[in-house]
């Protein structure tokens, strides 16, 4: 167990819909980052918030965003679900930024599926 | 970020030291190798990483070559626990995100 924590566990949403993902990061961590994990493939970045700032963004769409909170918690918000959104979305948190950044600790995820 | 190349797939036996290749023959000097796991239905779980020395943790041996084109990450006792998929990872430290490029990895099952 890592101590990162993602809610819901599964989610199920309608094409054109929105939704909310939610991360609460391992205590003392102030870096999280968002991974999107289609069925077969590896995960794949979206983006990373730094002390309640983006601080880099994979190749997503602006209608995938993210929001970072004082306790370091964090949402990802997808507007205008679309079916190729249906994944594991992976919460990571990690220390600060420089080299302590890539040992991310990744939470269980939240499966959506879009219909 | 320098490619890597993993087998697709491995088996192991219970108890025997499971040896899991990567070549990243266009690696440049400043690049990391790191390793990373994902056993079924859990995120990813941070192995070991290095740069050009063999390093060792509780969990595993990074063997990286004299000419750092290729690495072997080696779990010296495989357990059933160890059945997952393993991610080798080259990066670069920045200061532009610290994002994690996976590549499909190795399947490793280890068998009774």
């Known amino acids: 167990e890592t101590g990162v924590t993602q809610s819901p566990t599964h989610l199920i949403k309608t094409r054109g819909q929105q939704v909310t993902l939610r991360c609460s990061s391992q205590s003392g961590h102030n870096t999280v980052s968002w991974y999107q994990q289609a069925l077969g493939q590896g995960p794949q970045f979206i983006f990373q918030y730094y002390r309640e700032e983006e601080n880099g963004r994979g190749n997503f769409p602006p209608r995938f965003s993210g929001l970072q909170f004082p306790n370091y918690s964090s949402e990802l918000n997808v507007n205008a679900l679309e079916l190729d959104d249906s994944a594991l979305y992976l919460c990571?948190?990690?220390?600060?930024?420089?080299?302590?950044?890539?040992?991310?600790?990744f939470g269980p995820g939240t499966r959506l599926t879009v219909t | 970020d320098a490619k890597t190349t993993q087998p697709t797939s491995m088996d192991c036996a219970e108890g025997r030291a499971a040896n899991l290749p990567c070549n990243h023959s266009?690696?440049?000097?400043?690049?990391?190798v790191y390793w990373y796991r994902q056993i079924h239905s859990q995120g990813p779980q941070y192995i070991i990483h290095g740069l050009k020395n063999n390093e060792t943790n509780e969990m595993a041996s990074l063997i990286i070559t004299e000419d750092r084109k290729s690495s072997t990450l080696i779990l010296p006792h495989a357990t059933l626990r160890d059945t997952a998929v393993y991610y080798c990872?080259?990066?670069?430290?920045?200061?532009?995100?610290?994002?994690?490029?996976f590549g499909k990895g190795t399947s490793l099952l280890v068998t009774p």
């Open positions: 990571a948190s990690s220390l600060g930024t420089g080299v302590s950044s890539y040992e991310q600790y």
């Open positions: 266009t690696i440049s000097g400043n690049e990391y």
């Open positions: 990872i080259v990066l670069l430290y920045s200061n532009s995100g610290y994002a994690l490029n």
